[in-house]
């Protein structure tokens, strides 16, 4: 699990994006048996984050950096198929990370990013499109905190939650909003000066209105989600059991007898996966 430790109102915890992935991951291996390893409380942020209180941002080279020595210790560990689950804004740092771990060690794997609010886009639809919500999903509003509530109902207090109008400078239909489920021309994060930063218009640290949230919002979206990334990893298990990997000659120009060595692993009589390269 993914997420970032960052400010979502006065009604949510600052771990919300941790425990939204981390609730999925472990419903997910109840159902499957796999295994989920401890969740990454801190990420990168865009630009209009910075400044926030209750928000630490870690720079895209320390973030990407993390990353990559968390997939290789992971791989080094014998977990060779790796699911990143994200829960945070930070969707176009991710597959940085690991682009760059599969250049630096070229090494058969399966490491996928997956951004759970992109799995499931036809459960964010306005009440307009046939969908539960008011608003539109953009950060710690009506749709984010829903979800919340239906997953954690603990650790939310929605009698302190406050609203605001989210607004941007351009026209609405050029820049889209959280998770670009509008399918806008521009990113949501493809820009800066379209819209103002956090901590000068939204210091409540939320970008909507929460206090319209409901768990009966989110739960078909919830079940729909978890029945994806039940099947994803129900795939990869069928694709590639234990033992088996991605075929070395197809995915790696590197020689065999190199990759057996750290296939094998260090325990085994092996190499470990540092033996190729360090740092990762």
């Known amino acids: 699990p993914l997420g970032a430790t960052e400010a979502h109102g006065p009604n949510a915890p600052i771990g919300e994006d941790i425990f939204l992935v981390t609730r999925m991951a472990e419903a997910v291996a109840e159902r499957t048996g796999c295994t989920v390893s401890e969740p990454l409380w801190w990420g990168s942020h865009p630009y209009h984050h910075l400044g926030m209180p209750s928000t630490v941002v870690i720079p895209e080279e320390v973030f990407t ?3 990559r020595a968390m997939i290789a210790g992971f791989w080094n560990m014998g977990f060779r198929k790796q699911i990143l689950l994200n829960g945070h804004g930070q969707e176009y740092v991710i597959p940085t990370a690991i682009h760059q771990f599969g250049k630096r060690y070229r090494v058969p794997a399966l490491v996928i990013n997956l951004n759970w609010y992109h799995a499931v886009q036809d459960h964010f639809k306005l009440k307009a499109q046939g969908g539960p919500y008011e ?3 953009i950060h710690a509003d009506e749709v984010e905190t829903s979800w919340c509530l239906a997953l954690f109902p603990e650790l939310m207090k929605q009698e302190w939650a406050v609203d605001n109008n989210p607004f941007g ?3 609405e239909g050029h820049v889209d909003k959280a998770g670009n489920l509008l399918r806008r021309p521009i990113n949501w994060y493809g820009h800066i000066g379209a819209g103002p930063i956090e901590v000068k218009a939204y210091i409540e640290g939320v970008v909507g209105k929460p206090s319209l949230a409901k768990a009966e919002k ?3 979206g919830v079940e729909a989600l978890l ?3 039940e099947r994803l990893v129900t795939d990869i298990v069928k694709t590639f059991p234990p033992g088996k990997l ?3 000659e197809l995915v790696t120009e590197r020689d065999k007898e190199e990759l057996e060595a750290v296939l094998k692993g260090p325990a085994r009589g092996g190499k470990s996966l540092y033996s190729l390269g360090w740092p990762p």
């Open 65 to 67: 950096g993390f990353l």
């Open 135 to 137: 608003t539109p999903f």
């Open 218 to 220: 989110a739960l078909p």
């Open 169 to 171: 400078f351009l026209p």
């Open 227 to 229: 029945d994806y990334i």
């Open 246 to 248: 991605p075929p070395m």
